[in-house]
């Protein structure tokens, strides 16, 4: 067993909780009234019927050894309701105020919650699962606070990450919602809040998992990588065996990931530059594809996702999964947050797991094809133009003026399109990714676009969809720049590779 600080309760204080356990009446056909397919019934959520609150047998999860014993139930508590940071960070051995007693299977570590979730199931009995994820046992119709750490760690070193969990009264699929797998990006964070704090348990149909900082690491330094130096985004799904990033990648993939039938990645620009609000995804796969037509009027950029990226891994792994890029690292911006939360509410609509969120909008057009205009000269940039700007060739996109030499060089837009990311003023080098431009395009003509990217890229192999003068090497995963370094590199490479950044 691996060590984990979660929080489990005891959880019998609610009649309610009971009742939500034994409730299994429906079963998961009626998943199938959601806009989306799901192949594989998520691992967490179990077929079989609870007559207690005990079942006799776990489910068996697709990932990572199952404890023989029954998972201790999962405390209800108002997602909302705000807790002392105690609470969350060092539950006491037991609480006196729960009536553990109740509890056939204690655990060391019950939950201080300061209350029990009041709305317990009334007289109908919920029809949802119970959602066994990360040791415990989510009932339907009820909401939690669970934690992942990696299971690679000495005492003390990673804090653990909260994993929020409403699961619903009905059945219905299991959506994801993990932000800050880069530690920097913040407005992802927000976002996650936003949508799974006004959630009712009461009346969703299925469940959504809200992992708001999936980098604890790089957040609490303000950086994008992990300790090492490594993009944790560059490792999905990671191995057990591996560096110490592939390793978290592979908790994470195997503890939360492998739980969801579709996951919206949240992300935003990078190294000061920002985005606009934009769907990425494999529009190759139609389940994808599927998903990314759930967000209301949301720019859709066709990527097949770098390798090692959660969404692309898990995409391989049979489960849909967009990233939702909006804004620039290290800020919060209002706009960016609202069109997040919009079209995730949107999304939760059309899956059919929420009805009372309007839909949204006319779809925004979908870009095949994207490229960068770099600045060719060093300086400091200022745009001409703004994000979401319709450009055509030739239009002056901004300038680049060296602050010694007074010389300034312009540069002029190589293509039509639609500017969906963009560097903020700042003083740039030679080659900087300063202007993504979408370019619409016929759906035959989808581009296998680069993946990778690495402005310092040594090799970068050629991309062919991308003919302009400025070398745009690079073109739609997410942030465009990466560390040059490998996935999985020896240890010994590892921190020399990343030097230049953060
Ligand atoms: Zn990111």
């Known amino acids: 067993m691996r060590h984990r600080s979660l929080s489990f309760s005891l959880l019998f ?177 927000e976002t996650v809040r936003r949508v799974m704090y006004n959630l009712n348990p009461q009346t969703l149909k299925g469940a959504v998992i809200g992992v708001p900082i999936v980098n604890m690491q790089g957040f609490h330094r303000s950086s994008r990588y992990l300790t090492d130096r490594r993009d ?19 908790s994470f993939f195997d503890e939360v990931v492998v739980h969801c039938n579709a996951i919206v990645d949240l992300h935003t620009g990078s190294f000061y530059r920002t985005n606009l609000p934009q769907l990425r995804g494999d529009l190759k796969n139609p389940k994808v594809v599927k998903l990314t037509k ?25 489960i849909p999964t967009v990233t939702l890029e909006a804004g620039a690292p290290m800020v919060l911006d209002e706009r960016s947050v ?5 079209g995730i509410r949107t999304l939760l609509n059309q899956l059919g797991m929420v009805s009372k969120f309007r839909l949204w909008g006319d779809p925004e057009p979908v870009y095949y094809n994207s490229t960068w205009q770099r600045a060719t000269t060093g300086g400091i940039i200022f745009s001409k133009v703004e994000l979401g700007s319709t450009v055509s060739k030739g239009d002056l996109l901004g300038t680049v003026t060296n602050p010694i030499t007074n010389v300034r060089k312009e540069i002029r837009s190589l293509y039509n399109g639609r500017i969906l990311g963009m560097a903020m003023n700042q003083v740039v080098q030679p080659g900087f990714a300063a202007y993504h431009i979408g370019i619409q395009a016929p759906e035959e003509q989808i581009s296998a676009p680069e993946e990778v990217t690495a402005e310092a890229e040594p090799a970068p192999t050629e991309d062919n969809t991308n ?36």
């Open 232 to 250: 944790l985004n560059r490792h999905f799904p990671g191995d057990k065996n591996g560096s110490s990033a592939s390793r978290i990648a592979r």
């Open 467 to 502: 003919a302009g003068g400025t070398q745009p090497q690079e073109t739609t995963e997410e942030e465009a720049v990466e560390t040059p370094q490998a996935i999985d590199a020896p240890p010994a490479e590892e921190r020399d590779e990343a030097s230049e950044e953060d």
């Open 294 to 318: 759930g967000f209301g009027s949301t720019v859709v950029l066709h990527s097949d996702g770098a390798k090692g990226t959660l969404r692309r891994a898990a995409v391989e792994a049979g």
């Open 13 to 189: 204080v609610l009649s309610g909780s009971v009742a939500a356990a034994a409730a299994t009446s429906v079963m998961d056909e009626s998943s199938e009234a959601v806009v989306i397919q799901y192949p594989t019934e998520p691992s967490g959520v179990t077929e079989q019927s609870q007559e207690s609150a005990t079942p006799q047998e776990s489910t068996q999860r697709e990932a990572g050894e199952q404890p023989e014993k029954p998972m201790p139930k999962a405390k209800s508590i108002e997602l909302d309701k705000p807790v002392t940071e105690r609470d969350l960070v060092a539950p006491p051995e037991s609480d006196a105020t729960e009536p553990s007693a109740a509890s056939p299977v204690p655990r060391s570590q019950p939950k201080p919650q300061p209350k029990p979730q009041p709305e317990a199931p009334q007289t109908e009995k919920p029809a949802g699962h119970p959602l066994q994820l990360l040791g415990a046992e989510v009932p339907a119709g009820t909401s939690t606070r669970l934690a992942w750490s990696p299971s690679q760690h000495f005492e003390g070193v990673y804090s653990a990450t909260p994993v929020l969990v409403v699961n619903g009264a009905e059945t219905g699929p299991t959506l994801c919602l993990t932000a800050a797998i880069h530690g920097d990006e913040l407005n992802g964070i």
């Open 338 to 342: 609202s069109h997040s939360v919009k």
